[in-house]
């Protein structure tokens, strides 16, 4: 099965899409976590997306079509794949349905005001273990950090971005029949049920 995961920051894509990526055995592919390696490697395309990431804008599609080809010739996606976090421009998009086809574009849709709450709480253990001091904490003790670009001026920079690159997206998916909206406010579990009862008919 073929997936892609779209949503604003803070959503939950990364989150459901681990639990999707179990249940169909396929892999579960965030540009995001490769970009965030490529940085702490110090790489020069690390510097490269640092100096994008750490004010909120989009890297350019030259470097995220270079990552997505690497990442589409390893052994474990000739049954499928998950991608999170990626297309994000038309471009993007359009070089995606040259190397493989689609069965679905899972959208998350959630209010502003949560997806805020959600990112500025967010903390990061040191083994990479994901809490919130809101919803989630951490237990007292774990060495816990934040990362940079998780302060509300940063966030709402990128949701303005988000939303204005993901209409045409949207628009795309739509017109290939598709792309299924499901509510992403509520908890995992239903969340998760909701996502599954859409995979389950493909």
Do not use: W
């Amino acid at each position: 099965m073929k997936i892609i995961m779209m949503g604003a920051p803070g959503a939950g894509k990364g989150t459901h899409a681990k639990e999707i990526s179990k249940k169909y055995c396929i892999p579960h592919i965030s540009t995001g976590d490769i970009l965030r390696e490529e940085v702490q490697k110090n790489t020069d395309l690390g510097k490269t997306a640092k100096s994008y990431m750490d004010i909120g804008k989009l890297l350019p599609d030259d470097i995220i079509i270079k990552i997505v080809k690497k990442r589409l010739q390893k052994d474990d996606c000739k049954k499928g794949y998950l991608f999170d976090g990626f297309p994000r421009t038309i471009r993007q998009a359009e070089l995606l349905d040259t190397i493989s086809d689609l069965e679905a574009v899972i959208y998350l849709k959630c209010q502003d005001d949560l997806i805020i709450k959600r990112l500025t709480g967010r903390r990061i253990s040191r083994d990479g273990k994901i809490y919130n001091i809101y919803f989630d904490p951490p237990p007292p003790g774990v060495d816990v950090y934040q990362r940079d670009d998780d302060n509300e001026e940063i966030i709402k920079e990128r949701l303005k971005v988000f939303y204005d690159t993901f209409t045409p997206l949207m628009d795309f998916y739509k017109k290939k029949n598709i792309f299924f909206e499901v509510n992403g406010d509520g908890g995992r579990e239903v969340v998760l049920e909701n996502i599954f009862k859409i995979l389950d008919g493909i």
